[in-house]
């Protein structure tokens, strides 16, 4: 199997490659780069494997919660990929992935909790509480877009690890939240590798959607989005 993912959802823009169970990447952090920056990116770790974009049987993208000029980006760049390719297209959570990220990390074993927050800019955060299980994070409540001193934990996990730019308001996030959490690292961000880790879960499972359906979550309800034409 090879699964391509991409994300574009923060300042960083990075793609992987997920060929026969071996996992590569690139990354780099360039603002305003990201139209610039993919495709040739794409090529180059598609390269490295002796690989053409005709031999990728499964897209993966991050679809956010982030920017939504990254999020634009990325899901107009894999949805003109998934409908020339014809191969089913794996949606993930870019607060997942930062989750996955922190967990290995951190050393996270089963059961911790990760409470993962991103600037939402608008003076909020985007906020996301999972727990590992399998060793991977599974959402424990819907993710959400709420001011630093809105956020809260649920109920389960006794650790709970903690990252995300959002985590630069620590200030503002409630007492109850900081006072649970280790050591929140706020220059945690996303990865297409961590992207593409989730995404091939996702397809074992029979996960997926075609490139018609692959959006992205802003999670303001005063956003919206509109396909590119003819697609």
């Not at 993966?60 to 919660?65: C, I, T, V």
């Not at 509480?129 to 709420?146: N, Q």
């Not at 995300?164 to 109850?176: K, L, V």
Request: aromatic share 6%; net charge negative; with cysteine.
């Amino acid at each position: 199997m090879n699964l391509l993912a991409i994300d574009t959802s923060t300042d960083a823009c990075s793609v992987a490659l997920l060929s026969s169970g071996e996992l590569s990447g690139h990354y780099r952090v360039e603002p305003r780069g990201h139209t610039r920056l993919i495709m040739p990116m794409v090529r180059q770790v598609l390269a490295d494997h002796d690989l053409a974009i005709s031999d990728l049987d499964a897209l993966a993208f991050a679809a956010g919660p982030g920017s939504f000029t990254g999020l634009r980006i990325a899901t107009g760049v894999i949805q003109g990929l998934a409908w020339g390719l014809d191969v089913p297209v794996m949606p993930v959570s870019s607060l997942a992935a930062v989750a996955l990220e922190l967990a290995e990390a951190r050393g996270a074993e089963e059961g911790d909790g990760i409470a993962v927050a991103f600037d939402a800019r608008m003076d909020e955060v985007y906020w996301g509480c999972f727990r590992l299980v399998d060793g991977l994070p599974e959402l424990l409540a819907p993710e959400r877009v709420c001011p630093p001193e809105q956020v809260s934990l649920p109920g389960g996990p006794a650790r709970w690890l903690a990252g995300g730019s959002g985590w630069r308001y620590a200030e503002r996030i409630p007492e109850t939240v900081i006072g649970a959490v280790e050591s929140p690292d706020p220059e945690c961000g996303p990865d297409a590798r961590f992207v593409a880790r989730l995404a091939a879960r996702s397809l074992r499972t029979g996960g997926g959607v075609p490139a018609a359906k692959a959006q992205p979550v802003y999670l303001r309800d005063e956003v919206t989005w509109k396909k590119l034409p003819g697609r």
